[in-house]
């Protein structure tokens, strides 16, 4: 089960299968004022930190860590209306992929399709929300992970923080909460997944950490960026 659950995790991060892509139509959204700017070349470059679990034989000791940027490349996809803007992905351990940020009805998440799951969705933030505000999110276009329904119970804890992430201060900060959790054979819902989610104004994501079960999974946290 702990195998699966890291798989799953997995899919919330990193996508590799290719769409048709259109350029931009609509442009993206204004940058001042933006929690998840979209404009074309802006990049962003995080080092990403991935913990595995002593105790688990099938996975190996030690920290695996890698360094990811994003892209925005210019190109937009819909998918079932959502208008998707496109990142190329580059992964000095996977290589490169494409991933997908939206920001539409004041909901900004990020969009991947990957194999067998499908699209998911992973929503970042309301940004009309405030501080205690709760949605309701589906992180699987058919609602689904390994034939099991899912879902995920989304917070705003705090806004307009200062946090520091890799030596650098950031202003105007929100941090969000994801909470994931499945229903296996018509069992009541249960979580299995939880993420701190930090946002900054004008520059996007600065920081993701995601738990298994209470135990300290992944940690994504900048290491520089550029919007145009």
């Known amino acids: 089960m702990k195998k699966n659950l890291l798989v799953i995790l997995a899919v919330l991060t990193f996508g590799y299968m290719g769409c048709a892509d259109n350029a931009y139509k609509p442009t993206p959204p204004a940058q001042p004022d933006s929690y998840l700017p979209e404009t074309y070349l802006s990049t962003w470059r995080y080092r990403d930190s991935i913990y595995h679990d002593n105790a688990d034989s099938t996975a190996p000791n030690g920290i695996k860590i890698d360094t990811v940027s994003f892209t925005i490349n210019g190109n937009t996809t819909d998918v079932n ?106 069992a009541p819902y249960h979580n299995i997944a939880y993420y701190d989610i930090y946002l900054a104004k004008n520059i996007g994501l600065i920081e993701k950490d995601s738990y298994v079960y209470g135990n300290l999974n992944e940690t994504e946290t900048i290491i520089d960026y550029v919007i145009k």
Do not use: R
Not at 126 to 151: Q, R
């Open 81 to 186: 209306g959502l208008i998707c803007y496109n990142a190329v992905v580059a992964s000095v351990k996977n290589g490169p992929g494409t991933v997908y940020f939206h920001a539409q009805k004041h909901i900004l998440g990020l969009l991947e399709s990957t194999p067998p799951f499908g699209m998911t969705n992973f929503d970042f933030l309301v940004d009309t929300g405030k501080v205690g505000y709760t949605w309701i999110s589906t992180p699987s276009e058919n609602k689904l992970f390994n034939g099991s329904p899912v879902k995920s119970i989304n917070t705003i804890k705090e806004k307009d923080i200062t946090k520091v992430v890799g030596g650098i201060t950031f202003t105007q900060v929100v941090h969000t909460t994801a909470n994931f959790q499945i229903s296996i054979n018509g």
